[in-house]
């Protein structure tokens, strides 16, 4: 799958990646130089191999790859970006967007599309000019992409828990009834008493009830790693492609992990017994993680 994150310089696109994807924090995104040309980088999510190319949006850059669109092929996801702390340059960017919707037109290639409205936050800069930046950009942008499968989103790497869910929320967009499956998990997650972390074998966050568990779409290091050394004993001494684990201490913590189809675990930490009704809840839940497990495989396999 390849998503290619677009806009004028400066706008936030490799900020973008780096605080969701690559465990960098707000504030480092301050010390980013300019991107030259085009990056590319791979991330694993849920078993599919994600090709994320973050198009330089500095003038030169961006006159190169499009006098030579070859870079630009093959794009299933296409996130325009729009600084929305820049309102002087949403003309040059919907010219820019214009002129890319006219080369996929020509390549005969339709991808999806999610505009973010970025920065929307006050970080250095002023709250009533954000509201009026807003509805401008609506009144402007929208309509670029009335021919395509579009969504339009307000993003800001400060606020990184839902920046994480966007960029979850667009990768399983391509999985046929996943979002339902997540959105049923989110609301059992709440019912049950004990942090649960639902996250894929690569260690990409998809749901969880804890705070300070993840940066961005990663998994905490340290549950990571648990996780690693979990999945390479199923995969080498149990050689069965679902597995769970168990931990506990002296003093009742409790430590549990379900691994399904080579592809989803599920955390549980909990520090005492749980009750009868959250013990159904996380049955209920376990049991459809594993359908959830079992749909992303056929959908590979398709
Ligand atoms: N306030 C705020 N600033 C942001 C946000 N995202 C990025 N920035 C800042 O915007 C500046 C430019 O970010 P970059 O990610 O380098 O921009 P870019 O789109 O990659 O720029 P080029 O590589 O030149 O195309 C940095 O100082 C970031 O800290 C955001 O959501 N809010
Ligand atoms: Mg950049």
Redo the contacts with the bound molecule.
């Keep these: 799958m390849k998503i290619s994150?677009v806009?004028?310089?400066?706008?936030?696109?490799?900020?973008?990646?780096?605080?969701a994807f690559a465990e960098k924090s707000?504030?480092d995104?301050?010390?980013?130089?300019?991107?030259i040309l085009y990056e590319t980088r791979r991330h694993p999510f849920l078993g599919l191999q994600v090709g994320i190319f973050?198009?330089?949006?500095?003038e030169q850059?961006r006159k190169e790859y499009m006098e030579k669109p070859d870079i630009l092929k093959g794009t299933d996801i296409l996130i325009p970006?729009v600084?929305l702390?820049d309102p002087n340059n949403f003309e040059q960017a919907k010219e820019y967007f214009i002129g890319l919707l006219d080369i996929y037109r020509k390549n005969n290639e339709k991808p999806k599309v999610f505009l973010f409205l970025?920065?929307?936050?006050?970080?250095?800069?002023p709250k009533e000019l954000l509201d009026t930046n807003v509805k401008k950009a609506k009144e402007l942008f929208i309509d670029v992409f009335k021919d395509y499968d579009f969504e339009h989103m307000l993003?800001?790497?400060?606020d990184q828990d839902k920046l994480a869910k966007t960029f979850r929320d667009i990768l399983i967009a391509s999985y046929a009834d996943l979002k339902s499956h997540v959105e049923k998990a989110e609301e059992r997650l709440e019912e049950i008493k004990a942090k649960i972390i639902i996250s894929d074998i690569s260690g990409n966050v998809i749901v969880h009830n804890v705070q300070g568990v993840s940066s961005g779409l990663t998994l905490r290091g340290d549950l990571r790693d648990f996780i690693n050394a979990c999945n390479t004993v199923r995969e080498n001494i149990f050689m069965t492609d679902s597995a769970s684990f168990k931990g506990a201490s002296d003093d009742g913590k409790e430590i549990e992990l379900h691994i399904f189809k080579y592809i989803l675990s599920v955390l549980i930490m909990k520090s005492e017994e749980l009750d009868m009704e959250s013990q159904d809840v996380l049955k209920t839940l376990l049991n459809d993680m594993k359908l959830f497990a079992d749909l992303v495989i056929s959908a590979h396999v398709d």
């Design positions: 994150l806009g004028l310089g400066g706008c936030g696109k490799t900020s973008l990646y780096s605080v707000p504030q995104t301050k010390a980013l130089s300019p991107t973050d198009f330089g949006g500095q850059y970006i600084d702390h970025h920065k929307f936050d006050v970080e250095d800069y993003t800001s790497i400060y």
